[in-house]
């Protein structure tokens, strides 16, 4: 059985200096904040969220940590 390769959205949220996004929600400031979506082909679910990381790389590793069981690529 082959193994699905889940296509990762993952972008960071550029927040101002008050801790606001583009569209007026407050995040707070600190660690920066990125954005993920994919679609989980077994479950036939979206799953999407926003976490705290230093780099793109530490988010890559949060979000893997998190769905233990995917295999994903990950795009802007």
């Not at 707070?28 to 979206?46: K, M, R, V």
Request: proline share 1%.
């Amino acid at each position: 059985m082959t193994r699905a390769i889940h296509k990762t959205t993952l972008r960071r949220v550029r927040l101002n200096q008050g801790g606001y996004d583009a569209q007026g929600a407050y995040w707070g400031t600190g660690i920066p904040l990125w954005y993920f979506a994919f679609h989980d082909q077994f479950s036939n679910l979206e799953h999407s969220d926003h976490i705290r990381a230093h780099t793109r790389d530490a988010a890559k590793h949060v979000i893997r940590q998190r769905f233990t069981s995917r295999d994903m690529r990950f795009y802007n």
